[in-house]
């Protein structure tokens, strides 16, 4: 009888282990990015990007910060793009990259509080349930929707 508990102490302590470090080891470099597929090519969506952020630069991130959208070099997989909430002094951290030929990957990263960075944290991963849904709703509502009608537009204009 206690070989038959101590073996259930152990399976217990096993699964609740398993279960607490689980999240903690998810595969990818980004594994709790929220990603949106957008029906056009790589570089479409960064013009389009780029050009939103020219045409509405309240979401330009402050120079202090030192953070600059694109590629880190060459090998980069990632499109790195930058957007700030004046209104809540907040920088969004995304992503792009390409899924198909004519797909591409944009992915809601993280939020950094403020402008001194280090104040991050990932979407998905770092908020309650209602907060993680109010901040992907207010980032598809200012930012993917507006570039996705944009995109729209233009394949409408061509």
């Given at each position: ?133 109010k901040e992907k709703k207010k980032f598809e509502e200012r930012i993917l929707d507006k570039i996705k009608e944009k995109l729209k537009n233009k394949n409408l204009n061509n």
């Amino acid at each position: 009888m206690k070989t038959f508990n101590l073996f259930t102490r152990i399976i217990l302590v096993i699964f609740l282990l398993s279960k607490i470090t689980a999240c903690n080891f998810a595969p990818g470099s980004y594994p709790y990015a929220e990603k949106y597929e957008v029906n056009v090519n790589e570089s479409e969506l960064v013009q389009a990007i780029l050009d939103f952020k020219k045409n509405n630069p309240q979401y330009i991130v402050p120079e202090q910060t030192q953070l600059q959208d694109g590629r880190d070099d060459e090998k980069d997989h990632w499109f790195h793009v930058y957007f700030y909430f004046p209104e809540e002094n907040q920088i969004i951290y995304a992503w792009t990259r390409p899924s198909e030929k004519e797909k591409t990957s944009f992915a809601f990263v993280g939020i950094n509080n403020g402008l001194i960075l280090g104040n991050w944290k990932e979407i998905n991963k770092d908020f309650s349930g209602s907060e993680n849904e109010k901040e992907k709703k207010k980032f598809e509502e200012r930012i993917l929707d507006k570039i996705k009608e944009k995109l729209k537009n233009k394949n409408l204009n061509n």
